[in-house]
């Protein structure tokens, strides 16, 4: 099993900057996938960005050239450096996992709020 724990939500600026965390504990090595989804009220929850075990990215067009999902060397931690954003953006975040063998995780969340 994995566990995962965001952090690093808050209110923000229209184009300011935030950088959310995911720290994964338990079965690390058996991550394939780590994704941030987002889920606004009313709206239902989707992807934003994802990154394979191999270091390949994709990212949800309206995020495209502002977000940028990175994981460090350990695996256990994976971040959401999100630059330039919009009202639009704000949403739950969720750090999601997806194991080799079919398993899949989620955090509880964290707030990002994006107004002036």
């Known amino acids: 099993q994995v566990q995962l724990v965001e952090s690093g939500g808050g209110l923000v600026q229209p184009g300011g900057s935030l950088r959310l965390s995911c720290a994964a504990s338990g079965s690390i090595f058996s991550i394939a996938v780590v994704g941030w989804y987002r889920q606004a009220p009313g709206k239902q929850r989707e992807l934003v960005a994802k990154i394979t075990s191999y270091g390949v990215t994709t990212y949800t067009d309206s995020v495209k050239g502002r977000f940028t999902i990175s994981r460090d060397y350990t695996k256990t931690m994976t971040y959401l450096q999100m630059n330039s954003v919009k009202p639009e953006d704000t949403a739950v975040y969720y750090c999601?996992?997806?194991?080799?063998?079919?398993?899949?995780?989620w955090g509880q969340g964290t707030q990002v709020t994006v107004s002036s």
């Open positions: 999601n996992v997806e194991e080799r063998a079919g398993g899949t995780y």
